[in-house]
């Protein structure tokens, strides 16, 4: 297993030639007018279906995503490891993973969205 390090340099001695973890991590916030029980269903989709087979595309090391200070609908972080800065933008025109990512976009308040591309 490789060290993970946002923003930071991976030691010589733990990469392999031609690597150098590149790091995603995108905020969001749940929309405010969807009601609680849209909510919990958001989690539980993003939880059991999205985030198990984003962890299966090719060149993707690891997903990881939390609820910060405002609860299940705010300050939503996503973090994506992967193996260069190409492989979310691939993930996104992948025909699978279409409907799970409209699904999940449906339920996120783009205006607060932002997107971070650490170690390109």
């Known amino acids: 297993m490789r060290p ?5 340099i991976i030691p010589r001695l733990f ?5 150098l973890a590149k790091a995603s991590v995108r905020r969001v916030n749940l929309k405010a007018s969807l ?3 849209e909510v919990a ?6 939880m059991e279906e999205v985030l198990p087979t984003l962890r299966r595309v090719p060149g ?18 996503s973090v994506f490891e992967m193996e260069d800065a190409g ?6 025109a992948e025909a699978q993973l ?23």
């Not at 993970?4 to 930071?8: A, D, E, I, V």
């Not at 993707?60 to 972080?77: E, F, N, P, T």
């Open 98 to 120: 279409c409907p799970l990512i409209a699904k999940t976009y449906a339920a996120w308040d783009m205006a607060t969205a932002a997107r971070h591309v650490c170690g390109k």
């Open 87 to 92: 492989v979310y933008e691939r993930l996104l």
């Open 60 to 77: 993707m090391r690891s997903v990881k995503m939390s609820s910060g200070g405002g609860g299940l609908r705010a300050d939503i972080c």
């Open 15 to 19: 990469r392999t030639e031609g690597y």
């Open 35 to 37: 009601r609680d029980v």
């Open 4 to 8: 993970f390090l946002l923003g930071g």
């Open 41 to 46: 269903t958001s989690w539980k989709f993003t």
